[in-house]
């Protein structure tokens, strides 16, 4: 029998199949690693150096650029509430707007997209240049594995750490509305704070954080992942970095919806 | 006590190891030669447990070490030290720390003691106070030094080496060679080495084996190899650019041909 060459049609079906199956086996993979990271965080030795540096690398390094897009996005957001809510006179209730995305929403998911930019190509780029450069081949020689001794500090280092980013994004991005509400577009400080603070609740902001503590494991775990399996030189390792980025920032969106949609 | 049989490891389609037989007895050093890209490599990395073959067994003192879980590959390669090709230095790590690095993980000895230990397999490999250099402040053959010593560091029974003494000069090449022949004879070290240089196959070996086409074709004493009938073997262990193994590849001959005449005619 001879092989007609596919059609157009089935060549499309084929390559969303392919892709589909590809997303499936990957998800396959990153569950297991979540599997043999939990199972090596329990055992000794417990890594509590290497968690310092890596909370080091993923927390104290991240501060910056998460605090300056939580102010800016606190503001716009005043901004915007602001002239939106004049039209039917709601201006009061721009504090609770301002608080509630930021906690409930921005705050994390803002943080979480940064972190993966930052954290997840750092992580990416690292984990693969020891896999294609025989380092990781070297540890496992070496009595150490690699899970263990690599992923397990990252992805504890960035689930505890995340969180406490976002208490962090979620003061500073309030503080950010605040100050373009009241001097830039001269709310009353008072009626402000006061609705801030009437109908901001504990479980807007541990949601919140539980949120973050969910995409800081996503992030470190898909980046460790993308890490371990570049090959091909340098070349690979620039492409394990990018896909550990889009992966990680996509998985970052997909989670808060579900989790949204179960916490709420 | 090796015993590897019938062992095939393929990459996609291409097939690199074809049924490969070898053994190498407790306490002996087996030299494996082979053309470049013949998967002398792989082969290492297949008995260390860092690649699954697809087929045949690999026997470590009789255990069957392809049919073994990741947990008890953990416990087996405890017996192994292996020198990596490419030297793979840890290069977040200082010399100190990579050689230290399996001692301080299973926590061996005290720090003073490890620190002692590390020093003295730095001078076994003619390096001295280098301790606080990172690996990319080191020549290519310092860094294959700094490996080995980190190979030999935790002691093991059972040395696997990828070309030990390429990329060195002829004196530090050899000065690596009676190490390896001294881990041997004072620890009884079981070995398998790679390497292309044929004067320190003939020095080190206690037996020659050649990969040729995913197959061991012929092992023997370093003499027996020296005096081959084997046109594949002879050809190589010479370093002859006309033989059984470039005739295999027409191309190839016909390059080194064309530059041959064309040598003669200028
Ligand atoms: N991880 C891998 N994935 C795909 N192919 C591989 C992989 N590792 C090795 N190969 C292929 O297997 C073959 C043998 O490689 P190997 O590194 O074992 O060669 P070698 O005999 O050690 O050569 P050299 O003497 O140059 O070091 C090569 O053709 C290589 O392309
Ligand atoms: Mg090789």
């Known amino acids: 029998m001879t092989e007609r060459p596919p059609g157009r049609v089935t060549a499309a079906v084929e390559g969303i199949g392919e892709r589909v199956y590809g997303m499936v086996q990957e998800l396959g993979a990153v569950s297991t690693l979540l599997f043999r990271v939990v199972a090596g965080a329990v055992r000794r030795p417990f890594e509590f150096g290497n968690i310092i540096k890596q909370m080091e690398e993923v927390g104290v390094r991240s501060i910056p650029v998460v605090l300056v897009t939580a102010t800016f996005t606190g503001m716009v957001l005043a901004l915007q509430s602001f002239s939106g809510f004049e039209r039917f006179g709601a201006t009061s209730l721009v504090g609770t707007v301002v608080a509630l995305s930021i906690t409930r929403e921005l705050g994390p998911v803002f943080a979480g997209l940064m972190v993966s930019g930052r954290v997840g190509a750092s992580m990416a780029a690292e984990l693969g240049t020891m896999k294609v450069t025989e380092q990781i081949d070297a540890l496992v020689t070496l009595a150490t594995d690699p899970v263990k001794y690599l992923v397990v500090p990252r992805v504890i280092a960035a689930t505890f750490v995340l969180p406490v980013l976002v208490v962090f994004a979620d003061f500073v991005g309030i503080l950010g509305g605040y100050f373009v509400a009241v001097h830039v577009m001269g709310a009353n400080p008072h009626v402000y704070v006061a609705k801030t603070y009437q109908y901001l609740e504990f479980r807007d902001i541990y949601t919140g954080l539980v949120k973050a503590a969910v995409f800081g494991s996503l992030i470190s775990l898909i980046s460790c992942h993308q890490g371990f399996v570049a090959r091909g030189g340098a070349e690979g390792v620039g492409r394990a970095t990018t896909r550990a980025v889009v992966t990680s920032s996509m998985m970052v969106l997909v989670s808060d919806y579900f989790m949204t949609s179960l916490m709420f | ?266």
């Open chain 2, 1 to 266: 006590m090796i015993e590897i049989r019938g062992l095939a490891k393929r990459f996609g389609k291409k097939v690199v190891l074809d049924g490969l037989d070898l053994a190498v007895p407790r306490g002996e050093n087996m030299v494996v030669i082979g053309g470049s890209g013949t998967g002398k490599s792989v082969l290492l990395k297949c008995v260390m447990g860092l690649l699954r073959p697809d087929e045949g067994e690999i026997r470590i003192d009789g255990e069957d070490i392809t049919r073994m879980d990741e947990e008890e590959l953990v416990r087996v390669r405890r017996k192994f030290g292996m020198l990596f090709q490419g030297s793979a230095l840890f290069d977040s790590m200082d010399v100190g720390e990579n050689v230290g690095f399996a001692l301080r993980r299973l926590r061996k000895f005290p720090e003073e003691r490890i620190r002692e230990v590390v020093e003295e397999k730095l001078s076994m490999v003619g390096l001295r106070e280098i301790q606080r250099l990172m690996p990319a402040e080191l020549s290519g053959g310092m860094k294959k030094r700094v490996g080995l010593a980190r190979a030999i560091a935790s002691e093991p029974d059972i040395l696997l080496y990828d070309e030990p003494t390429t990329g060195l000069d002829p004196i530090m090449a050899d000065v690596i060679n009676d190490l390896i022949v001294s881990l041997r004879e004072r620890l009884g070290v079981t070995s398998i080495t790679i390497t292309h240089d044929m004067a320190s196959a003939y020095k080190i070996a206690d037996r020659i084996a050649m990969l040729y086409k995913g197959r061991i074709v012929e092992t023997g004493s370093p003499d027996e190899i020296r005096s081959t009938a084997n046109p594949v073997v002879a050809q190589f262990v010479q370093g002859r650019a006309r033989g059984p193994i470039t005739d295999e590849s027409e191309e190839f001959v016909r390059f080194v041909r064309g530059r041959a005449e064309g040598g003669k005619g200028a």
